[in-house]
């Protein structure tokens, strides 16, 4: 899941300064889970911004805004809408918000900062547990990934900071390498060469076109 917080509202005034007519996108997905981008968010967002003297022409919640085919047929289907305003203000990750800029000529701008992929811990609590580094080596690490769980990115840990299995720069945080010892004790012993990091180069682009 794409993990999401809203920007501040004097951050959205300001750039929204020149803006009459908002029409606005919320996501059905991750934004919706974070509570960032679904429909009690657009709600709230429209009550806000009809207080600050702002046009909502329309709002509509797309299943998955970074889906492209459904971003824009989203956009066909409230067209008069969308016509009618000036502005788009999205309410998605970074890959949604420019699912919409390709969907539409209008203006668009962000209500979300996008930070990391993650898993819910806890209701509204998240943490980064893979950062796409393209070539996974959970298999080698009992199913935990030291790249992302630790702040360092040790291939081979832990590192000298470890304290009581909670991490020196972070003692809310687990230590990855100390739960994967726990897993199979066996671990530690095996030395990670370094990573090929052309495997994670960017922009990532994967097309199966062919393949299935
Ligand atoms: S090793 Fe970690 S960062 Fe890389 S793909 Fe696997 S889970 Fe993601
Ligand atoms: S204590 Fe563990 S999680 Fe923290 S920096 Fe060292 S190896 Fe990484």
Redesign the pocket.
């Known amino acids: 899941m794409v993990i999401t917080s809203q920007k501040k509202h004097e951050e959205i005034l300001k750039y929204l300064s020149s803006s009459k007519k908002i029409f606005i996108v919320g996501c059905g997905a991750c934004a919706t889970v974070c509570k960032t981008g679904g429909e009690e968010e657009v709600w709230q967002m429209e009550e806000f911004l009809s207080k600050n003297n702002k046009e909502i022409t329309g709002d509509v919640v797309i299943d998955e805004v970074c889906h492209l085919l459904l971003t824009r047929r989203a956009f066909r289907e409230h067209k008069e809408e969308i016509e009618k305003a000036d502005t788009v203000l999205v309410m998605a990750c970074g890959t949604g918000i420019q699912a919409v800029v390709a969907s539409t000529s209008k203006k668009v701008y962000p209500v979300l900062d996008t930070l990391f992929i993650g898993v819910t811990k806890h209701i509204y609590e998240f943490q980064e547990w893979c950062n796409t580094c393209g070539e996974c080596l959970l298999s080698e690490t009992n199913g935990i990934c030291p790249i992302a769980r ?3 990115h ?1 291939l081979n ?3 000298g ?2 304290v009581d299995g909670k ?3 972070d003692p809310e ?1 687990d ?3 100390i739960l994967i010892y726990k897993r199979n004790k066996e671990s530690l012993k095996k030395i990670h060469l370094p990573r090929d990091n052309s495997k994670r180069a960017r922009p990532g682009i994967l097309s199966l076109r062919g393949v299935r």
């Open positions: 630790c702040p360092k040790m840990g832990p590192c900071g470890v991490c020196e720069i945080l230590c990855p390498w």
